[in-house]
């Protein structure tokens, strides 16, 4: 009865946070809403008057849509096979399939490495946003990562944007939060596809770069909250 009594305040600590952490991701979701549908504006970061004065107070501009194609280049990765990676390899890699077990909206750290050859190979700039270019189910191809390290060998079947005027982690939530217009682009009947080429023409609405990067900062800190409750969880559970 003790040993019984006690498993089971075990298990409902364990539930607890579960529940916390999916209070977690819900707030997350809603937020995303309110933040893509512009119900939510950020305000400039308040300068010092060495700075220009005090910005606190005004809003930022209204955001402009543009063609994704007139901001950004997309390209593809170059293919890397299962037999290609290694655990001792000498070069850090992303295969496409890996954006949808391993990666979320940010890639914080790469798991894979191969021998493959930098020169033959895609490698990244330091500024993408990752997306794979194909599934068998279409809303699998609504996904995205933003990859901010650079040199890291890009596999085939992953869609490469790169722009300017595209904080990467903000377009990778941008994506997420507009599956639907990434569902019209999809193409196929047993495995689906996403081409360059339609993403290229498809409209978006953006900020400017600095509101880019304060909704990627919010946004990023609620995925390190719920990622410290799993881990929270997962110690739970082993002890």
Known sequence: ??????LSVVDSYIENLKQQKEALEKYKTGMMQKIFSKQIRFKPVRRSEDEGGDENGKEFPEWEEKRLGNIATITKGKGISKEDIRIDGVNKCIRYGELYTQYKEIIDEVYSKTDVKK????????????MPTSDVTPSGLATA??????????????LIIRSSQLNNAFFSYYIRANRNKIMKLVSGVTVYHIYGSDLSKMKIEIPTNEEQGLIAQFLSLQDILIEAKQQQIEKAEQW
């Open 1 to 6: 009865q003790k040993i019984a009594s006690f």
């Open 119 to 130: 020169e033959f190979s895609i490698l990244s700039q330091g500024n993408e946003i990752l």
């Open 145 to 158: 990562s933003a990859l901010g390290e650079k040199d890291i060998i890009l596999g085939g079947d992953i």
